[in-house]
T-cell receptor, first 117, second 115 residues
Framework: DTEVTQTPKHLVMGMTNKKSLKCEQH?????MYWYKQKAKKPPELMFV???????INESVPSRFSPECPNSSLLNLHLHALQPEDSALYLC????????????????FGEGSWLTVV | GENVEQHPSTLSVQEGDSAVIKCTYS??????FPWYKQELGKRPQLIID?????GEKKDQRIAVTLNKTAKHFSLHITETQPEDSAVYFC??????????????FGKGTTLSVSS
């Protein structure tokens, strides 16, 4: 089973709202990721968690706040977003935290389509 | 940091022809190179990957080649079919910090296969 589950699939929120995106995997993977993808663009890395600790934050604005409650769950808390933050938010996971001599296959969830109005 | 260049940005072929997409990367420490296919409105799906200790890998109609000296890798699709139409992304996995690495993507190639 190579399933990464994301909820909700679609989210519309106002600029003053607080919402969260959720991601879950039960593959025993120890690295989890958030990517942002705009239309006709490649996925852009936002955050990486390795062994439930934040290991990479790609200079993401503080209105995006990641959280990893346990090894299977990853959340992205959203607050005071701007219309330009509207995008597809992809969660992904890989078996082991990368950094060794071999790469690790990264599996993407279906994504959460976010619209900020 | 790592930079991945992908060419061409669009590619149109006739059904049955071959398609080749090329990528170059900048970080010689990168050691993992996957290719993803993304259909409209869907998630990126891994179609093939190659690691730095291998020069070529094939899976049915899809093959990937890697030249570590030149720092480039390519995707080859033979006998293309209309259902191969999608956006294809190459990626490279550099070492970003002590704790780990993450995929850096090329800008994508929109492949159109006409019947």
């Amino acid at each position: 089973d190579t399933e990464v589950t994301q909820t909700p699939k679609h989210l519309v929120m106002g600029m003053t709202n607080k919402k969260s995106l959720k991601c879950e995997q039960h593959m025993g993977h120890r690295a989890m990721y958030w990517y942002k993808q705009k239309a006709k663009k490649p996925p852009e890395l936002m955050f990486v968690y390795s062994y439930e600790k934040l290991s990479i934050n790609e200079s993401v604005p503080s209105r995006f706040s990641p959280e990893c409650p346990n090894s299977s769950l990853l959340n992205l808390h959203l607050h005071a977003l701007q219309p330009e933050d509207s995008a597809l938010y992809l969660c992904a996971s890989s078996q082991a935290p990368p950094g060794g001599s071999s790469g690790n296959t990264i599996y993407f969830g279906e994504g959460s389509w976010l619209t900020v109005v | 940091g790592e930079n991945v260049e992908q060419h061409p940005s669009t590619l149109s072929v006739q059904e049955g022809d071959s398609a080749v997409i090329k990528c170059t990367y900048s970080d010689s420490a990168s050691n993992y190179f996957p290719w993803y296919k993304q259909e409209l409105g869907k998630r990126p799906q891994l179609i093939i990957d190659i690691r730095s200790n291998v020069g070529e890998k094939k899976d049915q109609r899809i093959a990937v080649t890697l030249n570590k000296t030149a720092k480039h890798f390519s995707l080859h699709i033979t006998e293309t079919q209309p259902e191969d139409s999608a956006v294809y992304f190459c990626a490279a996995s550099p070492i970003l910090n002590q704790a780990g690495t993450a995929l850096i993507f090329g800008k994508g190639t929109t492949l159109s296969v006409s019947s």
